[in-house]
């Protein structure tokens, strides 16, 4: 599984240079940079020390729906425990998940939001789970550098353990999972129902392969009855 570190709209260069070193200190390699050129200032250099590598190979993209255009399984990070958009778990929790994930999804997407704002709803509802990292006080929170280096750390045996990824009748199952079920929500005329739509977004993200191909089995199966 390829894990992609992305950046939404990162504000001090000095950030940037100290997320990409710690992605380099534990074996990340791709970093994506959404809605700011402040990576290119000569400061973020500076910061980053031996890991001008990431920086030089760093790909920008104007939005996070583009950032992830060719990811299979996104995470975003937040503050907020209680955001209405999927499933919440812990960095340890999330290291678990993407173990599991690691040998049928190719790719993987850790979204860490903006300085001072983090991410908006629309971003979040981008996420097939989030995370974020307790804290016993509220503020000082963690800087991006920091929080960067924190899930780094926590799921570099990922990255030290790579597990070859098996090849999939069909690509993006999780992501075309995800549209399906909305296709048949709408089908059926209760897509207005957001206590429903909800639920659905929360719990796909957590399937396991075999669930999530038993589960593309049985909307096919809808689908054909919805048809005659």
Known sequence: MQIHIVLVAPARPENIGAAARAMKTMGFSSLRIVDSQAYLEPATRWVAHGSGDILDNAQHFNTLEA????????????????????????????TGILQEKQSWTASCAIVFGRE??????????????????????????????????VFCYQLSSLIQNRVETQQLAEQNQLVALRHRVHRLLSALNVED??????????????????DTSMLHTLIHDIEKALKK
């Open 116 to 149: 001072e704002s983090g991410l908006s709803n629309e971003e979040l509802a981008l996420a097939d789970i989030l995370t974020g990292v307790p804290m016993v006080a509220d503020y000082p929170s963690l800087n991006l550098g920091q929080a960067v280096m």
């Open 193 to 210: 129902d957001q206590k429903l739509s909800d639920w659905l977004d929360q719990r796909l993200g957590l399937l396991a392969q075999r």
């Open 67 to 94: 950032a992830l255009a060719d990811v299979d399984f996104t995470v975003a990070t937040t503050a907020r425990s209680r955001a209405r958009y999927h499933y919440y778990c812990s960095p340890q929790e999330l």
